[in-house]
C-alpha cells in the first residue's frame, strides 16, 4: 500500500507517456557547483588555448587587430552561450555536468529544447547576481534553490527545468541467506504461510542489510518482528530471531521447497542454538 | 514464481538495457541501426512494467532503486533534447517576432522610459553644462569624452578596428544581455539598468553638444546610433517582458506566466544581440573613418530604414495564415 505522506526525500515522480511513475533524484548545490567550477575551468582553458592559436596565426599573417577582436567575439560567445549550446546538443549536458552525472531535464521529465537551456544560460547572470567585486556569489540562485522543491534556481524557473541525477547503479541481484541453519529453519515453516506486502519489504530491507551488523545488534533489531512470528508459528522459543526472518525471507522471496539436504531427520526437528 | 526465480530471469534483459543505455550515451542515438533502436525501445517498455508491478512482484528495496535508475536513463536517451530547429528560425525572425514586439507593451514602455530619460538628460546637460553633467557622469569620464574627440575623425589602422570590433561586441552585448536578465527580477532590475543607461548617455550627448568639439562627437555617433540604441531598448524591453510577466499573470500561476513570457522574450534577445553585433562592426569599420559624414550620415539613414521596415513593416498585424491572435 503507498504510504499516506510520502518521505522527506530529494526524489521526484515522473509519469511518462507509458503511463509509468519513476523517481528521479534530484541534484543538489553540491553537486551543481562542482559541475559549474568544471565548465568555468574548461572555459578558461579553451579562451587561453584560443588566444594563443588566434594570436598564433594572426601574427603570421600580419592581423593582430582581428586576431584579437575574434578572441573578444570568442569571449562573449564563451560567457553567454557555452551552456546554453552544450545543453541542447548534448541532451541537457554540459561537460561539467557529464563528469558529475547530472542532467538537466523540464520539470515534466521530458527533454529540454534549445530555447529552454539558451534562457536558464541567459538568466544565470541573475543568479549570480550578489557580484563581490569580481567574483559572482550566486547568493539569489541559492536561496530560490532553497525555496522550491526540485532545486530550482531562477534560470529553471523561467525556463521550466529541473537537474536530476544519472548515476548508472549496479544490481546484485537478489539477496541471498547463506546459513543452512535458517534454510533449514524455513522448510519448518508451515506449507501455508502467508505474507504480506509491508512484512516482505520488511524482511528484504533487513536480509539487505544485516551483514552490516553484529550478531547482537542483529538480534536486537530482529527481535521486535521475529518474537510475534515466533508465537504465531509456534516454535520453541529458543528459535534465533536474525534465523527466523532470514528463513521467512527464504520462503518469500527464494524459493518454496528447500533442497533435499543430507540431513537426519532429527538434526531438522534440533532448536537452532539461541546464541548464534 | 518467486522474486528470485522472476529477478534471474529477468535480469539478463535488464543488463541488456544498461548495456543500450552506455552504448547510446556515448553516441547519439540515431547512430544505432533500426534494429538496435527497436530492441532498445522493447526493452524499455519491458523494464517500465517490471517497474509498474514492482509492488505486485514485491521486488526488494534496492532492485526498485536500480528499477528507477535504469527507467530514468533510458527515458533520457530514448527521449532526447529537440535542438534549434533552423528552418523554424527564419519564420521565428522575420514573421511572429515583428508582430509580437508591434504590440509589446513592455517594448513601448521600455521605449518611452528609454528616449524620455535620454531626452530629458540631454536637454539639462544641454542648459547647465557646468553642473549637471559632472554630477551625473563623473570629472573624469567628462574629460575623456573631450580628449577623445579633440581631433577630428581619421580613421584607425585596420587592426585597431578589428580589435575594437570584438571589444565592442563582447562589451555592448554583455551590457545588453545583463540588463535583460536584471528584467526578471520583477521589471524594477531592468527599468534600473535602462533609465541610469540613459541618463549617462544622453548627458554626454549633452554636453558635448555645448563643446566645440561636438563635430566630431557626433561625426562619431551617428552611423551606429540607430542599431545600438535600438538593440538596448529591445534588449530592455525583453527583459521587462519577463518581469511583468511576474505581476502580471493574466490568470496563470506565476511560474506558468514567466514561462510563456520567456518563450517570448528570448527571440528578442537574440534579435538585440544581433543588433549588437551590427553596430559593433559599424562602430569600429565605419565611425572612426575618414570618410565624409554624407556617407555616415547615409548609413545611419539606412540602419534606420531597416528597422523601420523590420518593426513596422514586418510587424503590422495582418490577416492570413501567419497573423498572430
Known amino acids: 500500500m503507498p504510504s499516506e505522506s510520502a518521505p522527506l526525500d530529494t526524489r521526484i515522480e515522473i509519469v511518462t507517456p507509458e503511463n509509468i511513475a519513476f523517481q528521479y533524484r534530484l541534484a543538489g548545490p553540491f553537486r551543481r557547483l562542482p559541475a559549474y567550477l568544471i565548465d568555468v575551468l574548461l572555459r578558461t582553458s579553451i579562451l587561453f588555448i584560443a588566444v594563443f592559436a588566434i594570436g598564433l596565426m594572426m601574427g603570421i599573417l600580419g592581423q593582430f587587430g582581428l586576431g584579437i577582436g575574434m578572441i573578444m567575439v570568442g569571449w562573449f560567445v564563451l560567457d553567454w552561450f557555452y551552456g546554453g549550446l552544450f545543453e541542447a546538443y548534448w541532451n541537457g549536458q554540459t561537460p561539467g555536468k557529464r563528469l558529475m552525472r547530472i542532467r538537466v531535464v523540464s520539470d515534466e521529465g521530458q527533454p529540454i529544447n534549445g530555447v529552454q537551456a539558451v534562457l536558464r544560460n541567459f538568466l544565470r547572470s541573475v543568479d549570480a547576481m550578489p557580484v563581490a567585486f569580481v567574483v559572482p556569489t550566486y547568493l539569489l540562485g541559492l536561496l530560490s534553490a532553497s525555496m522550491n522543491n526540485r532545486f530550482q534556481r531562477l534560470g529553471d524557473l523561467a525556463a521550466g527545468t529541473m537537474v536530476i541525477v544519472e548515476e548508472p547503479q549496479r544490481h546484485y541481484g537478489v539477496a541471498r541467506v547463506s546459513e543452512p541453519e535458517a534454510i533449514r529453519l524455513a522448510a519448518d515453516l508451515p506449507a501455508n504461510l502467508a505474507i504480506s506486502r509491508s512484512l516482505a519489504r520488511a524482511l528484504s530491507s533487513y536480509v539487505q542489510r544485516r551483514q552490516a551488523f553484529p550478531w547482537r545488534r542483529r538480534a536486537e533489531i530482529a527481535m521486535h518482528v521475529a518474537e510475534p512470528m515466533r508465537v504465531k508459528l509456534g516454535l520453541p522459543p529458543g528459535t534465533s530471531h536474525d534465523l527466523l526472518l532470514c528463513a521467512l525471507y527464504h520462503r518469500a522471496f527464494i524459493a518454496d521447497r528447500v533442497n533435499e539436504t543430507a540431513s537426519s531427520p532429527f538434526a531438522a526437528n534440533a532448536p537452532v542454538a539461541a546464541g548464534r | ?325
Open chain 2, 1 to 325: 514464481m518467486k522474486v528470485a526465480e522472476l529477478l534471474e530471469s529477468r535480469r539478463e534483459n535488464w543488463r541488456e538495457l544498461d548495456r543500450y543505455c552506455m552504448l547510446v550515451e556515448s553516441r547519439r542515438a540515431r547512430t544505432l541501426g533500426a534494429a538496435a533502436t527497436q530492441r532498445f525501445a522493447a526493452l524499455y517498455r519491458a523494464a517500465c512494467a517490471d517497474l509498474a508491478l514492482a509492488d505486485s512482484y514485491q521486488l526488494p528495496p534496492n532492485t526498485v532503486h536500480y528499477l528507477h535508475q535504469l527507467v530514468g536513463r533510458a527515458h533520457n536517451q530514448l527521449y532526447p533534447s529537440r535542438t534549434f530547429e533552423l528552418a523554424a528560425w527564419g519564420e521565428e525572425l522575420l514573421y511572429r517576432l515583428p508582430q509580437r514586439l508591434f504590440k509589446d507593451n513592455c517594448l513601448r514602455l521600455a521605449f518611452v522610459v528609454f528616449w524620455g530619460v535620454f531626452l530629458a538628460a540631454m536637454i539639462n546637460a544641454y542648459l547647465s553644462p557646468e553642473r549637471f553633467p559632472e554630477q551625473v557622469v563623473g570629472k573624469e569620464m567628462l574629460q575623456q569624452m573631450e580628449e577623445m574627440y579633440d581631433k577630428p575623425l581619421q580613421g584607425r589602422d585596420p587592426n585597431q578596428s578589428g580589435v575594437m570590433a570584438g571589444f565592442y561586441v563582447q562589451h555592448n552585448a554583455s551590457i545588453g544581455l545583463q540588463c535583460f536578465a536584471a528584467g526578471l527580477l520583477f521589471g524594477v532590475g531592468g527599468l534600473f539598468i535602462t533609465i541610469s543607461n540613459a541618463a549617462i548617455l544622453g548627458t554626454v550627448f549633452g554636453y558635448m553638444a555645448t563643446l566645440p568639439a561636438r563635430d566630431n562627437f557626433f561625426q562619431f555617433v551617428t552611423a551606429h546610433g540607430p542599431f545600438e540604441l535600438t538593440a538596448v531598448v529591445l534588449g530592455a524591453g525583453a527583459g521587462m517582458r519577463l518581469g511583468f510577466a511576474l505581476i502580471d499573470t493574466h490568470g496563470w500561476s506565476r511560474g506558468a506566466s514567466l514561462r510563456l513570457a520567456s518563450r517570448e522574450a528570448v527571440p528578442a534577445a537574440c534579435f538585440s544581440v544581433i543588433l549588437f553585433c551590427l553596430a559593433a562592426v559599424i562602430e569600429a569599420y565605419i565611425s572612426p573613418s575618414a570618410l565624409p559624414y554624407a556617407v555616415k550620415a547615409a548609413v545611419a539613414v539606412f540602419s534606420s530604414g531597416v528597422l523601420l521596415f523590420y518593426f513596422v513593416m514586418l510587424g503590422y498585424p495582418r490577416e492570413g495564415e501567419h497573423a498572430t491572435g
